[in-house]
Antibody
Framework: QVQLQESGPGLVKPSETLSLICTVS????????WNWIRQPAGKGLEWIAN????????WYNPALKSRVTISSDTSKNQISLRLTSVTAADTAVYYC??????????????WGQGILVTVSS | EIVLTQSPGTLSLSPGERATLSCRAS???????FAWYQQKPAQAPRLLIY???NRATGIPDRFSGSGSGTDFTLTISRLEPEDFAVYYC?????????FGQGTNLEIK
């Protein structure tokens, strides 16, 4: 059974860069699309970006594209997210989630527990 | 970007009742790429329905999904106490995914 675990700093200063890692176990990250999704407290879900094809493919939310970099490390089975120039509006729980490739895709069947990132000085 | 609008924002029902949640898309969505999720407090969302009407692994058959084009529905036939939560719809088109704003299903 696949497991996803987010890790990284829980506090980031305004204007700095948020960096998170998702460690995947029970599946190869080369097999599917791996996504970052965030959720501000009390609000809805926002898809950020995904990576697939062993890092050769990437899709980004146009609203965040200028500040986001997503990458993968197949040797560690990890997905990384970098979000630059953060503000308080980037405070949220960040989730890593899997979109299974195959006949049925386009949805997120497995999620990490999420990591709260607060942007504050 | 396809915007998903869920209604109602809050739905107050009692256990045993039937729940009908709606999601309307600003443009037509391929029904293969439409899903529903359940989220409880302090938990990650859980996939309920994918491909408009397919239940995810382990999801009880009281949950069902339907719809096409711009109008989709999640139905819970008889509410159990554990069903009270927030529900989100989600679509995938092109290189983008979007979610609805959520429906809060609360105990009446």
């Amino acid at each position: 059974q696949v497991q996803l675990q987010e890790s990284g700093p829980g506090l980031v200063k305004p204007s700095e860069t948020l960096s998170l890692i998702c460690t995947v176990s029970g599946d190869s990250i080369g097999s599917h699309r791996w996504n970052w999704i965030r959720q501000p407290a009390g609000k809805g879900l926002e898809w950020i970006a995904n990576v697939f094809d062993y890092g050769g493919g990437r899709w980004y939310n146009p609203a965040l594209k200028s500040r986001v970099t997503i990458s993968s490390d197949t040797s560690k089975n990890q997905i990384s997210l970098r979000l630059t120039s953060v503000t308080a509006a980037d405070t949220a729980v960040y989730y890593c989630a899997r979109d299974v490739r195959g006949d049925n895709y386009g949805h997120f069947d497995s999620w990490g527990q999420g990591i709260l990132v607060t942007v504050s000085s | 970007e396809i915007v998903l609008t869920q209604s109602p924002g809050t739905l107050s029902l009692s256990p045993g009742e039937r729940a009908t949640l709606s999601c309307r898309a600003s443009q037509s969505v391929n029904s293969r790429f439409f899903a529903w999720y359940q989220q409880k407090p302090a938990q990650a969302p859980r996939l309920l329905i994918y491909g408009t009407s397919n239940r995810a692994t382990g999801i009880p058959d009281r949950f069902s999904g339907s719809g096409s084009g711009t109008d989709f529905t999640l139905t819970i036939s008889r509410l159990e106490p554990e069903d009270f939560a927030v529900y989100y719809c989600q679509q995938h088109t092109g290189t983008m995914y979007t979610f609805g704003q959520g429906t809060n299903l609360e105990i009446k």
